[in-house]
């Protein structure tokens, strides 16, 4: 499933497409999102916002399209008058003059006024996002601290979107070796250092795959470019103490980790 850092690279791509374009043609799969379809149609899309892993498509005219792709649905961009090759179910057509986005498979589809989506119930429930540049480390180790949170073990923590927002199963991967812990670890038994560390590397590690995933790492020795050290690594040896990568199930998602070195 994607991660935040992928959600927000859609959310780019469909950005790029659409914002600011009069939509020519607006279409809805749901019945009864049939009656947007008029409305929408000569407004523009104004902004596409990301919360975790779910995409905010805000129009013009105030109304907002909240869409969560959970395990199947995809966003893809063509070129207005042809559409590609698939066996996916269309959902959502939102159509310019040039470009068209559509929104194939996903089923958690609504149209929102602003007073819905201030009390909509999983943006109530999602934590700060992971991608927002006004999160600090400094918010975040207040959150692990708090004692709502505290008491959690990272391996079903980083899991939970109320926590942070946009984190998944590679990032919790990757951060928990970064700071050389494992998923049985729990944020009130951490030392200050320790503290400090996870911290940062909650917001980091995401940032830095949303900037650089899918680049060329010419220099990856000197950690420039977001790279997997032990996802999807499992009989290797771990490059900062030499031990053998293990995989095992963790919160029922796999879970690469080095004994030798987050134990």
């Known amino acids: 499933m994607p991660e935040g850092p992928e959600i927000r690279r859609a ?66 961009v063509i070129d207005t008058g042809e559409p590609p090759q698939t066996t996916r179910v269309l959902r959502v057509r939102l159509q310019a003059a040039d470009k068209t986005i559509l929104l194939y498979s996903a089923s958690d589809i609504e149209i929102l006024t602003p007073e819905q989506l201030a009390v909509h119930p999983f943006l109530l429930r999602v934590g700060p996002d992971v991608l927002d540049p006004q999160l600090t480390a400094e918010a975040v180790k207040a959150r692990l601290l708090s004692p709502r949170f505290r008491n959690r073990q990272f391996s079903g923590l980083l899991l939970d979107q109320a ?40 917001l980091d590690l995401p940032r830095l795959s949303y900037s650089t995933r899918g680049q060329v790492d010419e220099n990856k020795h000197h950690g420039a470019l977001f790279r997997f050290r032990v996802f999807h690594r499992d009989g290797e040896a771990c490059e900062r103490c030499g031990g053998v990568i293990e995989k095992t199930t963790l919160s029922s998602r796999p879970f690469y980790w080095c004994p030798g070195c987050q134990g």
Request: charged residues 15%; neutral net charge.
């Open 11 to 76: 959310a780019d791509n469909l950005e790029a497409a659409i914002v600011g374009k009069p939509l020519t043609d607006v279409w809805f799969a749901f019945a009864q999102l049939k009656v947007y379809e008029s409305q929408l149609t000569g407004q523009s899309v104004s902004r596409i916002e990301t919360r975790g892993k779910a995409l905010l498509t805000h129009f013009s005219g105030g109304l907002t399209l909240y869409s969560h792709n959970q395990l199947y649905g995809v966003w893809r």
């Open 163 to 202: 926590f942070l927002a946009g984190l998944g199963n590679y990032l919790r991967v990757e951060i928990l070796w970064q700071v050389g812990l494992n998923g049985a670890h729990k944020a009130k038994d951490l030392s200050a250092p320790q503290l400090e560390a996870l911290s940062h590397a909650l």
